[in-house]
């Protein structure tokens, strides 16, 4: 299926912008494009009370999300490629990053990141999570008694940053998001559409609110 955007304007800076101001109750929000590539553009999450953040080696400029008691802020950072093919804008993949810190720590912790793309092979499902192995580091492992962990991938020993081997297995992996396995179907790739694309984001992201409050609770 050809993953063509007819309208990228209206998609994107209207229906896809409404859904952000709505779930994060800010008018004061945008896309800004990017051209990346010749023929790549690449559309950021931007406006008021903006901050910087990094996961890997890419910089993101991310937005207040979810407000933690202690002070510290789980902030958003949204992003959306398409590709320009003979003057047709065809989808490319959408992206949501949540990390946590404060507003002037630039070395914000990444926790999550979600992905819709284009599937080629049909290996990785669409859309899907990723979990970064940072977060994983710092919040579960001062919970695991390593004297009864013979071997573990959550041992302080393995997840440092500077380990590259356990966090490349584990950046690796694919969350499925979306699956018919329960239809004893082993189909877990959704093609894009346009109106799929604004309902997934603001279902994503409604949804991740709720478990981040949740996960807050005492």
Not at 19 to 27: H, M
Not at 91 to 103: N, V
Not at 138 to 149: G, H, L, R
Request: charge should be negative; glycine fraction near 6%.
């Amino acid at each position: 299926m050809v993953a063509k955007i007819d309208d990228l304007e209206k998609i994107i800076c209207r229906d896809c912008k409404s859904v952000l101001v709505d779930v994060l109750k800010n008018k004061d929000i945008g896309f800004e494009k990017e051209r990346i590539r010749p023929q790549r553009d690449l559309f950021w999450l931007n406006g008021n009370n903006i901050s910087r953040a990094s996961a890997g080696e890419r910089a993101y400029h991310v937005i207040p999300f979810l407000p933690l008691s202690n002070g510290i802020t789980y902030w958003l950072a949204v992003g959306v490629q398409v590709d320009i093919i003979k003057g047709v804008y065809k989808f490319r993949d959408a992206s949501i990053l949540i990390f946590e810190g404060t507003a002037l720590d630039e070395s914000k912790t990444p926790i999550l990141r979600a992905e819709w793309g284009l599937s080629e092979n049909g290996l990785h499902a669409q859309p899907h999570w990723h979990v970064y192995p940072s977060y994983i580091n710092k919040e579960i492992t001062p919970f695991i008694d390593s004297s009864k962990v013979e071997t573990s991938i959550f041992t302080p020993e393995q997840t440092t940053e500077d380990d590259s081997d356990t966090t490349h297995f584990l950046s690796k992996f694919h969350f499925a998001m979306e699956a018919r396995w329960h239809l004893n179907n082993r189909e877990h790739v959704i093609e894009f559409t346009e109106s799929g694309l604004v309902n997934w984001l603001r279902g994503c992201l409604e949804y991740t609110k709720s478990q981040l409050s949740y996960m807050m609770k005492e």
